[in-house]
C-alpha cells in the first residue's frame, strides 16, 4: 500500500495465479486496475513508435 501526492492510494498484490496487480484509487472514486497481460502474438515484429517526418 502506498500513496501517490495527496489524493491518490495505490495498493499493490497478486491474483490467484501470482500474476502483479497494482489498484490506483483517486480519493473521488476513481480506479484503475493495472494487471500483467502477456502479449497475444509473440511471433510478430516489435513496432516503432514515434512519429515520421
Same mark, same amino acid.
Given at each position: 500500500m502506498g500513496y501517490i501526492g495527496y489524493n491518490l492510494v495505490c495498493f499493490h498484490? @497478486?491474483?490467484?495465479s501470482g500474476k502483479s496487480l497494482e489498484l490506483i484509487q483517486?480519493? %473521488?472514486q476513481l480506479n484503475? +486496475? +493495472?494487471m500483467v497481460v502477456p502479449k497475444l502474438e509473440i @511471433?510478430?515484429?516489435?513496432? %516503432?513508435i514515434g512519429f515520421v517526418g
Amino acid at each position: 500500500m502506498g500513496y501517490i501526492g495527496y489524493n491518490l492510494v495505490c495498493f499493490h498484490g @497478486e491474483d490467484t495465479s501470482g500474476k502483479s496487480l497494482e489498484l490506483i484509487q483517486h480519493v %473521488q472514486q476513481l480506479n484503475f +486496475l +493495472l494487471m500483467v497481460v502477456p502479449k497475444l502474438e509473440i @511471433e510478430a515484429p516489435n513496432r %516503432q513508435i514515434g512519429f515520421v517526418g
